[in-house]
Structures are given as structure tokens and as C-alpha cells.
């Protein structure tokens, strides 16, 4: 499979691929922030996937797939570096806002920083069409969390600090969408980088969310804990695995964007499953940031 993967870069074929895949991640990640935010504490829900993903990725890495070029250790460390950050921020920002409200904010600030950084690391230029549904993206994003802010009335005090924690997550996406398709290009093999990835990367939140779990005096059940992880981990290797193969296959930027879409599945999911309403004025904007990418793939 990583043959066939690696011929289609670059081709009108890996296009269309790349297109699907993203799609693919939007559903699913806003599937996993909904998973992340359910009744149990996000640390505990990170921790279980991540300790679950870490756990079934290891003989995949040291026993399936080719041994990563001595530079790639590089680009792993720096990798779970940015990536702990990341879970760190999110899950300081669902612990203080609804899932509906700190999504999209979170989702919708790190593609005009991916766009950016894409274009210092793989000198990829937007058309003024595509800058444009850049524009009509952040335009429903900002404007989201504008109607939040003024008119959200569930945990009221905690909203700024939540929508600013957004905001601070949303950057960390686009620091490690842009670096982690800088590594899944630096080695031979795109599957060396994802097993070792999800290795390396279930190693830190775990013990952070053991010792939370440990000092809670009403401590939930490990037993549905840890199946929530086990179905977080397929639901994490089937997102970020299709986002970092899009990335491969073509434009990161373009991949990025398209990715956002998830807002739209994330509220249909908080309303369906977490039981968050929504309305017709959160609708239209969510609907805006689609609109949004979609120009972004049609400018292209």
C-alpha cells in the first residue's frame, strides 16, 4: 500500500484522494472532540485513547513497518513535543466550555496559520480565489464565537477564558498540521511515520491523567474509561492518519482547510449526542466556515 500511496504524488489522482481523505478526517475528528467531551473528564478520555493508541501502534512500529532514517528522531521529538502542548491546551478548553461553542474556534483558527506555514515550508501559494474562502472561513469562525460570547448562557464566566483557550489550541493545529506534513515527506515509508507517531505520541498525556484519575474522590469506572479509549484509538488512527496522507498526496494548506468542515459534523454531533443546542444563527455560521473551505478546494 505505501507503493501505491507514493505514486499517486502529485497526480490528478492523488487529488482526488487527498479531497476524500480530508473529508474523511473532518467527520472523524469532530467525532473524537465529541468522544473527548462526553460525561467522563477530558484528561481522563485523552489519556485512556492515548494510552490505547500508544499501546497498539508499538508492534506495528518495531515489528511491521521499515525503522525510521536516523533524522526522522528529530522530527519525532519535536512532534510530541508540539503535540502535548496541544492536548494539553484542549483539554484545559473543553474542561471550560461547551463542546458546541469551543469546536469550531478551535478547528477553525489553524488553517490560515497552517496556509502560512505551508507556504515558509513547502513554498505552496494560494490564488487570491483561495484567499478569499480563507477569508469567508475565518469570517464565519470569529463571527461564531462573536454570537457565543454575547449570547451562550451555560457556563457564562467561563466562556472568554474558554474561546481564548480556543484560540491558543487552534494554533498548536496548525503548528503540528504543518510540521507533521513536513515528516510524514521526510521518510521513505508514510506508515514508518504514523506507527511511530502514535507510539511516541501515547507516552505523554497517560500518566498526567493517572494522577487526576487517582486524586478524584469520585474516581469513574476504568472498565468504560478504557473501552472509550479503545474506540478513540481506531477513531484517532482513521483521522489523523487520512489528514496526514492527504497531506502527503498534495496541498497542505488545501488539506487543512477542508478539514474544517468537521464544524459542520461537530454541530450536528453536540447536538445528537451531547445534547447541545444549537440554532438557526450558529447553523448559518458553521455553514459559513464550509462555504469557506469549499471555495478554498473550488479556487484551487
Do not use: C
Amino acid at each position: 500500500m505505501s507503493d501505491w500511496i507514493t505514486s499517486l504524488e502529485g497526480t490528478p489522482a492523488g487529488h482526488d484522494l487527498a479531497l476524500g481523505l480530508a473529508l474523511m478526517a473532518a467527520f472523524l475528528h469532530a467525532l473524537f472532540g465529541a468522544l473527548q467531551k462526553g460525561r467522563h473528564d477530558p484528561w481522563l478520555t485523552r489519556g485512556a485513547i492515548d494510552a490505547s493508541y500508544g499501546i497498539i501502534a508499538a508492534p506495528f512500529a518495531f515489528f511491521v513497518v521499515p525503522w525510521p532514517e536516523p533524522h526522522m528522531w528529530v522530527i519525532f521529538a519535536l512532534a510530541w513535543v508540539i503535540h502535548t502542548a496541544y492536548k494539553i491546551a484542549q483539554a484545559y478548553t473543553y474542561t471550560l466550555g461547551s463542546y458546541t461553542v469551543v469546536y469550531p474556534v478551535v478547528r477553525g483558527t489553524g488553517p490560515l496559520f497552517t496556509v502560512i506555514g505551508a507556504w515558509f515550508l513547502f513554498g505552496e501559494v494560494f490564488t487570491w480565489v483561495q484567499w478569499a474562502g480563507v477569508a469567508v472561513l475565518l469570517a464565519g469562525i470569529y463571527g461564531l464565537a462573536a454570537y457565543n460570547l454575547k449570547h451562550w448562557q451555560i457556563g457564562r464566566d467561563k466562556l472568554r477564558p474558554a474561546l481564548a483557550m480556543a484560540v491558543l489550541t487552534g494554533g498548536f493545529v496548525a503548528a503540528y498540521t504543518t510540521w507533521d506534513a513536513y515528516g510524514i515527506r521526510a521518510t521513505a515509508d508514510p506508515f514508518t511515520f504514523l506507527a511511530w507517531f502514535f507510539f511516541i505520541d501515547g507516552l505523554a498525556i497517560p500518566p498526567i491523567a493517572y494522577l487526576r484519575w487517582r486524586n478524584m474522590q469520585n474516581r469513574p469506572a476504568v472498565g468504560p474509561l478504557m473501552a472509550k479509549g479503545v474506540s478513540g484509538a481506531f477513531i484517532a488512527y482513521m483521522s489523523f492518519g487520512s489528514i496526514m496522507l492527504a497531506t502527503r498526496l498534495d496541498s497542505v494548506g488545501e488539506a487543512a482547510v477542508l478539514r474544517e468542515t468537521s464544524t459542520v459534523f461537530a454541530a450536528l454531533i453536540g447536538w445528537l449526542m451531547l445534547g447541545e443546542s444549537t440554532g438557526p444563527r450558529r447553523v448559518a455560521l458553521m455553514a459559513l466556515i464550509a462555504a469557506g473551505a469549499v471555495i478554498v478546494e473550488m479556487g484551487g
